[in-house]
């Protein structure tokens, strides 16, 4: 049987099973279900810094809904040690060395019936700017999406293209936003991609799927089965424009508000940063939200963790 990083590579993608236990996944379920709320406070699309809530009233729900949440590890210590546990750096280690960058970290929901709860087919280099984009860049990325519900053919699944990796970047979608409108059949053959290995990833709560920066994915809608909701991260080797990779001796853990790197020291300081809960946003949290128009944007910038965490 293939290892994770030997299927990764030849496949473009990877499911580990039982990723985590029963009790954590229902400790996070839990957890997203509160961060589910708090984007509802909101009368739309909201962001603080890199905190965003997409929060629409959906024309065919007919309510308002939260479709996606970006860096709710500013409000929830749950999620803030999740994100840097030793689960993920165990599976992580082996693809992309010890010294990783977290680049993305975002909580999607697809409420039962709305309308906007389809991906178009894209590949995440979509997303990156730059030499990102490039083909040597294959080995140093990888997205890492957590099932917090069952994940079925029924209520919209990922669907990815195996070895559509190896083709580059091929620029699908880049026409529009991914969530308007679905992927035709045409569209795939016309970068010789075939619909028919499209290849449906149904997993149980707690699995873990794992793809590549140049993997071909997408996902279809959630007609009206029970609520889906997954969590992903983007993570890549910290490689400096000056110096290149950094050397195992300086490797550092900064998941710090849109970035990321591993080691066991730094993750040992973690538990001295401190920051709110859902229930106790700091001051200057909770002024700016008060003062705060509704926004939208989606990115994050690199920041080293320390005692105190950066934000922009």
Not at 65 to 74: D, I
Not at 86 to 91: A, D, G
Not at 234 to 254: H, Y
Request: proline residues 5%; positive net charge.
């Amino acid at each position: 049987m293939p290892s994770v990083s030997e299927e990764l590579k030849s496949e473009g993608y990877a499911v580990i099973r039982g990723f985590l236990s029963p009790a954590q996944t229902a400790e996070i379920a839990g957890e997203v279900d509160k961060i589910y709320q708090e984007g509802l406070k909101h009368h739309a699309t909201y962001r603080d810094r890199n905190l965003l809530f997409e929060v629409l009233d959906d024309p065919k729900a007919r309510r308002r809904v939260v479709l996606q949440a970006h860096w709710t590890a500013w409000i929830s210590p749950l999620m803030e040690r999740m994100r840097r546990s030793e689960e993920y750096f165990k599976v992580l280690e082996p693809l992309l060395g010890s010294d990783i960058k977290q680049i993305s970290h975002q909580i999607h929901w697809k409420p039962p019936g709305a309308k906007y709860t389809f991906y178009r087919f894209h590949q995440d280099a979509r997303f990156r700017e730059g030499k990102l984009k490039e083909f040597d860049h294959l080995d140093s990325t990888v997205t890492a999406g957590l099932a917090i519900d069952p994940q079925t053919k029924e209520n919209g699944a990922l669907r990815v293209i195996p070895k559509s990796h190896r083709r580059g970047y091929l620029g699908l979608s880049d026409d529009g936003p991914i969530m308007v409108g679905q992927t035709q059949d045409e569209e795939l053959r016309r970068v010789d991609l075939d619909p028919s290995a499209i290849v449906t990833c149904e997993m149980e709560p707690g699995d873990l799927l794992l793809w590549t920066l140049f993997t071909v994915h997408g996902s279809a809608p959630n007609p009206h089965y029970a609520s889906t909701i997954g969590c992903g991260n983007g993570r890549g080797r910290f490689i400096s424009r000056k110096t290149g990779p950094r050397k195992r001796a300086a490797a550092r853990f900064d998941c710090g508000r849109g970035s990321g790197r591993f080691s066991r020291r730094e993750r040992a300081a973690t538990k001295r940063i401190g920051h709110a809960g859902l229930n106790s946003l700091t001051p200057a949290l909770a002024a700016a939200r008060r003062k705060s128009s509704s926004r939208l944007a989606i990115g994050a910038a690199s920041r080293i963790a320390s005692s105190k965490y950066d934000a922009s």
